[in-house]
């Protein structure tokens, strides 16, 4: 095989209580990738469509994840990665994860899956690590595995695939300002009380048990956000609107999707997942922000090859 094309998701990183250490994977938004093997033995960005981005491969975190993977490897070829941008950059649905994952992904594929996909993970965070300067998986390891997964350990890095309910569903709002992830990391306190930290956990190990047990109300009165929300909300606009209004339609819970603008809300159901789709789209509706609204179910799959 020389040539493989491949749809690389969107992803929610955080998930309210799990800051820096939970994500899911999305079914309806990506990016589309085609990786090629090239006789020259580097790593080339020849195309990249629907924005603009750097084509240095050291700029670009599709090119700086795949030198990662090949600083563990042998081989007599290079790599030609074009990429077909569907997820804004600063849309907080993992963009430069998709392209991180995605690029690794189809280079192992390629390789003869030389690597594990748990393995690929720690690649693409370097990827990650250019794009926000820091090193998080909470994007690239849901694009990589699919569904839920946990971050049980940064050092050794440890990632465990949470199950995901079948009927639980993710609607995301994207208003469109950009907000960088290093900026959101700036308004962030270095120390947190004991008490918000005895409330993160709690919550925490309640959505994990949910989300295994498949209790929607407990999924939903597990969604709070102690660390990131309370700082973060005020770079948003309308945020607080959001939230009430899509509880009053039935959402489980709602919050920050990774470090914002975009927002996701958790349902029990396509059809209330509209509804709240509806409900979102009405707050900025009344405003000058341009926004897209998505709906999906959670992808267990994860990067999915299209040829
Ligand atoms: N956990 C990261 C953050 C996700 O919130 O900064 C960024 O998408």
């Known amino acids: 095989m020389d040539k493989i094309k491949i749809f690389s998701p969107a992803t929610v990183a955080n998930i309210s209580c799990g800051f820096d250490v939970l994500g899911l994977c999305l079914d309806t ?4 990738m085609i990786i090629r093997k090239t006789k020259e033995k580097d790593v080339r960005i020849s195309k990249i469509v629907g924005q603009i981005l750097p084509l240095d491969p050291d700029k670009n975190v599709a090119g700086v994840a795949v ?35 995605g690029a690794v992904f189809g280079v192992n594929k390629l390789l003869g899956e030389p690597f594990s996909l748990h393995e690929l993970i720690a690649f693409a965070m370097e990827g ?18 699919g569904g839920f997964t946990l971050i049980r350990s940064y050092n050794p890095l440890e990632v ?22 290093s900026e959101a990391r700036a308004v962030l306190p270095k120390n947190m009380s004991l008490q918000k ?80 789709a509806k409900a979102m789209a009405k ?17 267990s799959e994860g990067i999915k090859i299209l040829e």
């Open 29 to 32: 938004i990506g990016d589309e």
């Open 67 to 101: 030198k990662s993977l090949l600083q563990n490897i042998e081989v007599d070829c290079g790599f030609d990665i074009e990429i077909h941008k569907n997820i804004k950059p600063g849309s907080g649905i993992g963009s430069s994860a998709a392209s991180a994952a």
């Open 128 to 145: 990650e690590k250019l794009a926000s300067s820091a090193l998080h998986a909470d994007n690239v390891a849901p694009a990589l595995l």
């Open 160 to 181: 465990i695939k949470i199950n995901a309910p079948k009927e639980l569903f993710v609607t995301v709002i994207h208003p469109q300002i950009e907000i960088k992830t």
């Open 197 to 276: 930290n005895i409330t993160q956990l709690g919550n925490l190990g309640g959505l994990i048990s949910g989300l295994y047990t498949e209790n929607y109300d407990l999924i939903g009165r597990s969604l709070h956000d102690e660390i990131a929300e309370p700082y973060r909300s005020a770079l948003i606009p309308n945020f607080d609107t959001v939230k009430e209004n899509v509880q009053k339609v039935g959402a489980l819970g709602s919050g920050i999707s990774g470090s914002g603008p975009s927002i996701f809300a958790l349902s029990k159901g396509k059809e209330t997942a509209e509804k709240v």
């Open 283 to 299: 707050v900025y509706k009344n405003t000058n922000i341009d926004f897209d609204v998505h709906v999906s179910k959670v992808n």
